[in-house]
């Protein structure tokens, strides 16, 4: 079935780094891809999104390119903040559900 | 508030017990979804309703997970004869149209139950 496998964490970077946290997916049909973003003590919330490939999704100075050639969504940011510290979860879109990764932590050390 | 709200936000319990999670969601959504987060791990689909009727429930692990929505707004998860395995947190999403390939509107979810079963 439609899934997406996510790179594992935790990720632990300095403030001003450079993050790119990896997602591939596998689908039939042609999905959405996301990112959500889970802030420690709230609920899961959207990031961004892309909903065909060559799309890129952005937001909050994050970016996610979706390739169909290579079947990923990377997320990336060009300077992380302590602000980011959160969980990040890939996620698509399958027939009438949402299909998500197991969730990477980022911690944003200042 | 106008988010997703659900109760309890910590329910502990013991194994054998029946149990109830509560979501109310954003007034005008038809879809909601419930799904459940085991630690280390990303939401799994449980359930999605579409208006009163569970338009799927293939997700539900077993026959002792039930959920209903009987006014189309807000609906209950119910655990039968817990088990230390159901231990998780519970989540509930809704969005004004159905999730899928033609429709990517934005899914809305509460905090959660966070359920214990000792």
């Known amino acids: 079935g439609d899934s997406v496998t996510q790179m594992e964490g935790p990720v632990t970077l300095s403030e001003e780094a450079f993050l790119t946290i990896n997602c591939t997916y596998t689908?039939?049909?042609?999905?959405?891809l996301f990112w959500y973003v889970q802030y420690p003590g709230e609920g899961l919330q959207l990031l961004l999104k892309?909903?065909?490939?060559?799309d890129k999704g952005s937001n909050k100075g994050f970016e996610a390119t979706y390739r169909k050639e290579t079947t990923s969504f990377h997320l990336e940011k060009g300077s992380v903040q302590v602000s980011d510290s959160a969980v990040y979860f890939c996620?698509?879109?399958?027939?009438?559900?949402?299909?998500f990764g197991a969730g990477t932590r980022l911690t944003v050390k200042p | 508030g106008a988010g997703v709200s659900q109760t309890p936000s910590n329910k502990v319990t013991e194994k054998g017990k029946y149990v109830e999670l509560r979501c109310d969601p954003i007034?005008?959504?038809?879809?909601l979804y419930w799904y459940r987060q085991s630690l280390g791990q990303g939401p799994e689909f449980l359930i999605y309703?579409?208006?009163?009727?569970?338009?799927?429930d293939s997700g539900l692990p077993n026959d002792r997970f039930f959920a209903v929505r009987p006014e189309g707004s807000v609906s209950t998860l119910k655990i039968q004869r817990t088990e230390r395995g159901d231990s998780a947190v519970y989540l509930c999403?809704?969005?004004?149209?159905?999730?899928?390939?033609?429709?990517?509107?934005?899914?809305?979810f509460g905090e959660g139950s966070r359920l214990t079963v000792l």
């Open positions: 999403a809704s969005s004004l149209k159905p999730q899928g390939w033609r429709n990517t509107g934005e899914l809305f």
């Open positions: 689908a039939t049909g042609y999905p959405s």
């Open positions: 892309a909903t065909k490939a060559d």
């Open positions: 996620a698509l879109s399958g027939a009438h559900d949402m299909r």
């Open positions: 007034s005008g959504h038809t879809a």
């Open positions: 309703f579409q208006g009163t009727g569970a338009a799927d």
